[in-house]
């Protein structure tokens, strides 16, 4: 599996990739114009933090068995999003990027947030929805755009902006390579598949990428969320 994986690497910007339609990680829309003291929660290897303008004050949490463990994260706290271990009103701003699927109370997370950032503050998050199980056994669940708004509320924030990163057909495409790629991980004997599993990979990516272009997006079906919330 991890020749499969390295190999895979070195094709990760080309269409013969599985997760090419996916594009390279971007930072949330409005985090450049950020200010004061921003929180990362789940911040892995920081890569948010080039991101923000050189004037925040930059605090990286992550998880101890998931964070270390899995990640090589490397936060200035090992910590449990749903107990923070910071003061009432204490950060401008937090990140909270593909988190809230790894936690088994998503809503004591939101109230957690909202519970560290000043009245204002803003919260920028995200949620796979449509997305193949990850992180196992640290994977709990999936939010409908509805969920997401419905805990944030219940928080004391307020959705101010809420989209999904990818045209339908791209998310429809992402799938089906993630299907093909994913049926051979960790089987040795199943190698033999791999010259047929890439030229599908890439016509579908070419289709995918094509037709999104040409065909009308459906909001319902979502890779995932990316939510920006403020706190009331």
Request: proline share 8%.
């Amino acid at each position: 599996m991890s020749r499969l994986r390295a190999f895979a690497a070195l094709l990760k910007r080309t269409p013969l990739h599985p997760q090419w339609l996916l594009g390279p990680r971007r930072p949330p829309a409005g985090l450049a114009q950020s200010s004061g003291r921003v929180l990362d929660i789940g911040a892995a290897d920081r890569w948010v933090q080039p991101h923000l303008p050189a004037t925040v004050e930059y605090v990286a949490l992550d998880y101890p068995s998931t964070g270390r463990d899995l990640y090589a994260a490397r936060p200035d706290v090992f910590a449990d999003a749903a107990a923070l271990p910071f003061a009432d009103a204490s950060f401008d701003g937090v990140i909270c990027l593909e988190v809230l699927e790894h936690v088994a109370a998503p809503a004591t997370v939101a109230a957690e947030i909202a519970r560290v950032l000043k009245p204002g503050g803003t919260a920028w998050i995200s949620m796979p929805f449509l997305y193949p199980l990850h992180d196992a056994p640290y994977d709990y669940q999936r939010y409908t755009e509805f969920g997401l708004r419905r805990d944030l509320s219940g928080a004391g924030m307020d959705v101010v902006a809420l989209d999904k990163p990818l045209h339908a057909i791209r998310a429809a495409g992402a799938l089906a390579c993630l299907a093909i790629a994913g049926s051979l991980l960790g089987r040795s004997d199943r190698v033999w598949l791999l010259p047929f599993a890439m030229p599908m990979v890439l016509l579908i990516n070419i289709a995918a990428w094509s037709l999104s272009w040409l065909w009308p997006d459906w909001h319902h079906f979502a890779l995932g969320h990316n939510v920006q919330a403020r706190r009331r």
